[in-house]
Structure formats: structure tokens, C-alpha cells
């Protein structure tokens, strides 16, 4: 053939191209290519090959170095073994056909009987809108087997967090603590109930020499010899501690679909929300038991920070305005004692009192009032628990415990057919792998069942975060005398106090009466348990 321009041959196969066997394999596609090539006159000729890429990216290393080729005008014909072998992405592939066109380039695919130099046949873009089906199908089919193994606890990340070695011993990959780094995991949390946010427990963890996590995991097994983790094997990032403060692996949980691609075509994952990550407890021995999770989630909502003086203030993001809803100021300075400290809310501070009113109440008063009601409380719970236990439960009516019952039945039921559905499903799938159902039926009921899955699921989760509500209700009241028990004989209060019983406390306006004394109301809202205070003090 007179041609002096290079003849390209190129051969791709992606790993769901390798469960067809033999006669789709790289070695295979090589030698139809290079017949074909001898048999037909081209001897100039080239081979590039990508393995285990998939047709729908086009970021392939030898199909870029091909097409850098072809835009220099050193390549004059391309051979593949069938055209999906080019790509399955009908608006790309229309594209590189009209390029090749364009350009003089013999395109030619040898099992389906393509080649330009004859003309372009008109179902040719048919074709490669059937060839883009076929990712997409294998996309659902793997999506819907990801779910389920998701759904079951399966660990379907490659990563161990820090804390857990990954055990393999049983078949079925699954976490075990490791006695080495546990009590650093725990040290972390240990912090933050102290009151250190995760830049002060950076900080500390750097300055007493503790591996960071990379570190540690390339000294144990020498994968992945960053700069960082060779030359600053001690130095802990902020965004580090934070993921281990938020880690609900440290409970025992598995927790999976944190992201997603939008489409099969998709090069990115994107992040989905906390609420909508799947979610299975109890799936391995956890670190950190659950009320110490819960308490440092919460910890770190309230922000707990040092004030410009660098102190940390005991009642920091506990303390709202009645009115307005937003949080109290602590002010403090220089030209105030200690006496004179106080809150103030902040809209009033930021908007002006015209928006709302200052709430003003001294810190002094505020420790004093919330001092004697713990007193009280623990008292009073410590000599008479079961008229407590009995004055929170009439707090549930005889309805909400039906309406309980009734939600875990639903639940209950719910997940049985869940469990039916992805069965169903997953016989689908190797039904249709097998060939025993069509393609087209395949994508008819899988759409059907995938339709009831997504009910189901968002049923499921409303269900399920209204029966926790109401359950964590009935348990945490148990909890609550637990904790309140320990300070019966409390002479002082501190952040750890606070944290464990108290969710927020609510200021009211005072009103004033006479001289420098007024009345002012106090809510104490503890964890499980309402305290409202009415406190004649100073003005």
C-alpha cells in the first residue's frame, strides 16, 4: 500500500472486558490487528495498547500518545479489532470520527466490517450509541452489587483508619484494634472532652513526638514514602485530628457511600452528606464507646474557644438568648474583675438593641445558679430516682409508646423486603450475565426493583431516625441518673461538668424591680432532663 504515514493499531481492554475470556484479550485483539495489517498491506505499522481501561475514559495513556500522533500528521490509518474497542461515548466517538474524517485518516474495525475508504454507513452512530449502553448497564449492574455488599458492613475502602489493623484471617476483611495506636485514639478524644479543639491537639500531639498516622503506617509496612512522612514524621495536621474526632469507625461502625459518581461517564466522586452515608453498627470491637462519641460531637459544635486573653471560659457555647435564639457573648477585658465578667447576646451586640436586648447576666450569677440547681438535682435524684424515672416517663404518653412500637414493626418489615429486593437483584444481574434474560429486560425490571429500593430507603430512614429519637428518650434518661449521680457532693463546676449533663442554657430578660436588685429566669436544658430557674440577682 503506498502510504508513508504510520498505520496505527490499537487494542484496549478493561477489566470488564477480561470476564469474556480469551477471545477478547490484548494478546488476541494483537494478532487479528497484525493479520489483518500483513494480509492488507500495511507494513508500516505500530501498536499501541491500553489495559484495563475502561471505553468510557479517554485519559488512556497510549490512545493520548496515538492522538498526539494523529495531530501531527504522522499517522494515516487506524485499525482496531471492533469499533467499541475505540470508545463507548457516542458524543466523543462522533467527534473523533468527524476529526478522522477531517483529517484523511482511513479509520477501520475490522469484526464490524467499518472503513471509511468505502464510505461511512449511517447506523454507524446507532452503534455507538449501542456501544455507550453497554457501560452503562455494567454501571448499574456494579452499583447495585456495591449497595449490597455497603448495606452488609463490607468494608469498600482500600484505607484502615488509624486505631485498627485490617484482619483478614476470617475470609471476610474486617477491623481490628491495634494495641498500638488505640490509646492514641483515645488520648485524642480524651483532649477534646478537655476542652482542646483538633489545632491544640495537633499542637500537643507534635510537641510530645507522636508519630502521625502516615508515619506510623510507613514505618509498620513501608507503603507510600511521602516527603512528609520521611522528614516530619511527627508534625499532625488539624484536618487529621478533626477526621478522627468524626470517625464513627471508633464506635464500630462501617460506614460506606460517602460518595458517588453522578454517571457512568463521571472522572470524579462526589462527596454525599453525612445523612444520606450508609451506615452499620456494630460491625467491629469499637475504640471509643459511644456516650464519649456523642460527647465529643457535641463539644465541638459549641465551639469551645480561647478568648483573646487566651482563657477558656467554662460556659463557651452553652449560653442563648430567649429571645432572638442566637448565642451569648462572653465579655470580658482587662479594665473588668472577675466579678464583673458577663453575657450578652450577640445579636444585641452585633445589630444594636434594636434587634434585640442585651439579656444581660453575669458570669458570677450564672455559675452560682447553675452550681445549686446540679446540687439540687443530684440530690434530689440520689433520694427519690424513681419518682424522677417516673415524672420523665409520664413526659411519654401511652400514644407515643404505640406510635414506637408500631415504627419498629414497620422497620422491621422494611428491612426484610430490602433484603428481598437486593436478592432479587442480584439474581437479575447474574441471570443476565448468563444470558438468560435479554439486556432490554434486564434494564426494565432493574429499573422497577431499583425504584422500590429508593422508597424504601428514604421510608427506612425517616422510620429509623424517628425511632432513635424517641429510643435514645428512654435510654438516656437512665444514662442521665448515671452521670447526675456522681455529683452529689459537687462543690465546684468545670467544662467536663457542664459537657456531660448540660445541652445549653437559655437567658431571659431581667426584670428589673427595685434598687440593684432583679428577677430573672434561667432554663437549664440537661441532656434528657428540663430545669427552669427563677433567681433574684444583682443588676
Same mark, same amino acid.
Request: positive net charge; hydrophobic residues 30%; contains cysteine.
Given at each position: 500500500?503506498?502510504?508513508?504515514? *504510520?498505520?496505527?493499531?490499537?487494542?484496549?481492554?478493561?477489566?470488564?472486558?477480561?470476564?469474556?475470556?480469551?477471545?477478547?484479550?490484548?494478546?488476541?485483539?494483537?494478532?487479528?490487528?497484525?493479520?489483518?495489517?500483513?494480509?492488507?498491506?500495511?507494513?508500516?505499522?505500530?501498536?499501541?495498547?491500553?489495559?484495563?481501561?475502561?471505553?468510557?475514559?479517554?485519559?488512556?495513556?497510549?490512545?493520548?500518545?496515538?492522538?498526539?500522533?494523529?495531530?501531527?500528521?504522522?499517522?494515516?490509518?487506524?485499525?482496531?479489532?471492533?469499533?467499541?474497542?475505540?470508545?463507548?461515548?457516542?458524543?466523543?466517538?462522533?467527534?473523533?470520527?468527524?476529526?478522522?474524517?477531517?483529517?484523511?485518516?482511513?479509520?477501520?474495525?475490522?469484526?464490524?466490517?467499518?472503513?471509511?475508504?468505502?464510505?461511512?454507513?449511517?447506523?454507524?452512530?446507532?452503534?455507538?450509541?449501542?456501544?455507550?449502553?453497554?457501560?452503562?448497564?455494567?454501571?448499574?449492574?456494579?452499583?447495585?452489587?456495591?449497595?449490597?455488599?455497603?448495606?452488609?458492613?463490607?468494608?469498600?475502602?482500600?484505607?484502615?483508619?488509624?486505631?485498627?489493623?485490617?484482619?483478614?484471617?476470617?475470609?471476610?476483611?474486617?477491623?481490628?484494634?491495634?494495641?498500638?495506636?488505640?490509646?492514641?485514639?483515645?488520648?485524642?478524644?480524651?483532649?477534646?472532652?478537655?476542652?482542646?479543639?483538633?489545632?491544640?491537639?495537633?499542637?500537643?500531639?507534635?510537641?510530645?513526638?507522636?508519630?502521625?498516622?502516615?508515619?506510623?503506617?510507613?514505618?509498620?509496612?513501608?507503603?507510600?514514602?511521602?516527603?512528609?512522612?520521611?522528614?516530619?514524621?511527627?508534625?499532625?495536621?488539624?484536618?487529621?485530628?478533626?477526621?478522627?474526632?468524626?470517625?464513627?469507625?471508633?464506635?464500630?461502625?462501617?460506614?460506606?457511600?460517602?460518595?458517588?459518581?453522578?454517571?457512568?461517564?463521571?472522572?470524579?466522586?462526589?462527596?454525599?452528606?453525612?445523612?444520606?452515608?450508609?451506615?452499620?453498627?456494630?460491625?467491629?470491637?469499637?475504640?471509643?464507646?459511644?456516650?464519649?462519641?456523642?460527647?465529643?460531637?457535641?463539644?465541638?459544635?459549641?465551639?469551645?474557644?480561647?478568648?483573646?486573653?487566651?482563657?477558656?471560659?467554662?460556659?463557651?457555647?452553652?449560653?442563648?438568648?430567649?429571645?432572638?435564639?442566637?448565642?451569648?457573648?462572653?465579655?470580658?477585658?482587662?479594665?473588668?474583675?472577675?466579678?464583673?465578667?458577663?453575657?450578652?447576646?450577640?445579636?444585641?451586640?452585633?445589630?444594636?438593641?434594636?434587634?434585640?436586648?442585651?439579656?444581660?447576666?453575669?458570669?458570677?450569677?450564672?455559675?452560682?445558679?447553675?452550681?445549686?440547681?446540679?446540687?439540687?438535682?443530684?440530690?434530689?435524684?440520689?433520694?427519690?430516682?424513681?419518682?424522677?424515672?417516673?415524672?420523665?416517663?409520664?413526659?411519654?404518653?401511652?400514644?407515643?409508646?404505640?406510635?414506637?412500637?408500631?415504627?419498629?414493626?414497620?422497620?422491621?418489615?422494611?428491612?426484610?423486603?430490602?433484603?428481598?429486593?437486593?436478592?432479587?437483584?442480584?439474581?437479575?444481574?447474574?441471570?443476565?450475565?448468563?444470558?438468560? *434474560?435479554?439486556?432490554?429486560?434486564?434494564?426494565?425490571?432493574?429499573?422497577?426493583?431499583?425504584?422500590?429500593?429508593?422508597?424504601?430507603?428514604?421510608?427506612?430512614?425517616?422510620?429509623?431516625?424517628?425511632?432513635?429519637?424517641?429510643?435514645?428518650?428512654?435510654?438516656?434518661?437512665?444514662?442521665?441518673?448515671?452521670?447526675?449521680?456522681?455529683?452529689?457532693?459537687?462543690?465546684?463546676?468545670?467544662?467536663?461538668?457542664?459537657?456531660?449533663?448540660?445541652?445549653?442554657?437559655?437567658?431571659?430578660?431581667?426584670?428589673?424591680?427595685?434598687?440593684?436588685?432583679?428577677?430573672?429566669?434561667?432554663?437549664?436544658?440537661?441532656?434528657?432532663?428540663?430545669?427552669?430557674?427563677?433567681?433574684?440577682?444583682?443588676?
Amino acid at each position: 500500500m503506498a502510504n508513508q504515514k *504510520i498505520t496505527a493499531l490499537y487494542c484496549r481492554l478493561s477489566r470488564d472486558d477480561e470476564q469474556e475470556g480469551q477471545s477478547n484479550s490484548i494478546q488476541n485483539q494483537k494478532m487479528i490487528l497484525q493479520k489483518y495489517a500483513v494480509e492488507n498491506g500495511f507494513t508500516d505499522t505500530m501498536t499501541f495498547v491500553d489495559d484495563g481501561f475502561s471505553g468510557t475514559n479517554f485519559e488512556r495513556p497510549d490512545f493520548k500518545r496515538m492522538m498526539v500522533m494523529v495531530e501531527a500528521k504522522e499517522i494515516g490509518c487506524i485499525i482496531v479489532k471492533d469499533h467499541s474497542r475505540l470508545g463507548r461515548n457516542y458524543l466523543v466517538i462522533g467527534t473523533l470520527m468527524d476529526g478522522f474524517l477531517k483529517d484523511g485518516i482511513r479509520y477501520i474495525a475490522v469484526n464490524d466490517g467499518i472503513d471509511t475508504s468505502k464510505g461511512i454507513d449511517d447506523l454507524l452512530p446507532m452503534r455507538d450509541l449501542f456501544n455507550e449502553w453497554y457501560p452503562r448497564d455494567t454501571s448499574k449492574k456494579i452499583r447495585a452489587v456495591f449497595k449490597n455488599k455497603a448495606l452488609n458492613g463490607e468494608h469498600l475502602s482500600g484505607a484502615t483508619s488509624y486505631g485498627y489493623i485490617m484482619d483478614k484471617s476470617s475470609g471476610k476483611p474486617t477491623y481490628a484494634v491495634n494495641p498500638e495506636t488505640a490509646p492514641i485514639v483515645r488520648y485524642i478524644f480524651q483532649m477534646c472532652i478537655d476542652g482542646l479543639g483538633p489545632t491544640q491537639i495537633a499542637k500537643r500531639l507534635t510537641a510530645e513526638k507522636v508519630l502521625t498516622p502516615g508515619a506510623y503506617e510507613y514505618r509498620r509496612t513501608g507503603s507510600r514514602p511521602t516527603e512528609k512522612r520521611i522528614s516530619q514524621p511527627y508534625t499532625w495536621d488539624t484536618s487529621t485530628v478533626a477526621h478522627i474526632l468524626d470517625n464513627m469507625a471508633y464506635i464500630g461502625c462501617v460506614v460506606n457511600g460517602k460518595s458517588f459518581r453522578p454517571s457512568f461517564k463521571s472522572k470524579f466522586a462526589v462527596k454525599k452528606p453525612k445523612e444520606e452515608h450508609i451506615i452499620v453498627p456494630n460491625m467491629h470491637e469499637p475504640i471509643i464507646d459511644g456516650e464519649t462519641f456523642q460527647l465529643v460531637q457535641k463539644r465541638r459544635e459549641q465551639r469551645r474557644r480561647p478568648t483573646k486573653m487566651g482563657e477558656m471560659d467554662m460556659f463557651s457555647g452553652l449560653v442563648y438568648c430567649a429571645d432572638c435564639g442566637e448565642r451569648m457573648y462572653h465579655v470580658r477585658g482587662t479594665t473588668l474583675k472577675p466579678e464583673q465578667y458577663n453575657y450578652i447576646c450577640r445579636t444585641s451586640r452585633l445589630k444594636g438593641t434594636k434587634e434585640c436586648s442585651a439579656h444581660f447576666i453575669r458570669c458570677v450569677n450564672l455559675y452560682e445558679i447553675v452550681l445549686e440547681d446540679i446540687q439540687r438535682l443530684a440530690k434530689y435524684v440520689q433520694k427519690y430516682e424513681p419518682d424522677f424515672v417516673n415524672e420523665y416517663l409520664e413526659q411519654s404518653s401511652q400514644q407515643e409508646r404505640k406510635a414506637q412500637a408500631k415504627r419498629k414493626t414497620d422497620l422491621e418489615k422494611i428491612s426484610r423486603r430490602l433484603a428481598e429486593v437486593d436478592n432479587l437483584y442480584q439474581n437479575l444481574y447474574e441471570y443476565n450475565v448468563s444470558g438468560k *434474560i435479554s439486556d432490554e429486560r434486564f434494564r426494565a425490571m432493574s429499573a422497577k426493583y431499583e425504584e422500590e429500593q429508593k422508597e424504601l430507603d428514604a421510608k427506612k430512614i425517616r422510620l429509623q431516625s424517628e425511632y432513635e429519637d424517641s429510643k435514645s428518650k428512654m435510654d438516656g434518661i437512665q444514662t442521665f441518673i448515671r452521670k447526675i449521680k456522681k455529683y452529689t457532693e459537687i462543690k465546684e463546676l468545670d467544662a467536663n461538668i457542664l459537657g456531660e449533663l448540660i445541652d445549653k442554657i437559655v437567658v431571659h430578660e431581667r426584670d428589673v424591680r427595685h434598687g440593684k436588685n432583679c428577677n430573672q429566669k434561667i432554663e437549664i436544658f440537661y441532656n434528657f432532663y428540663y430545669a427552669e430557674q427563677h433567681s433574684d440577682i444583682s443588676a
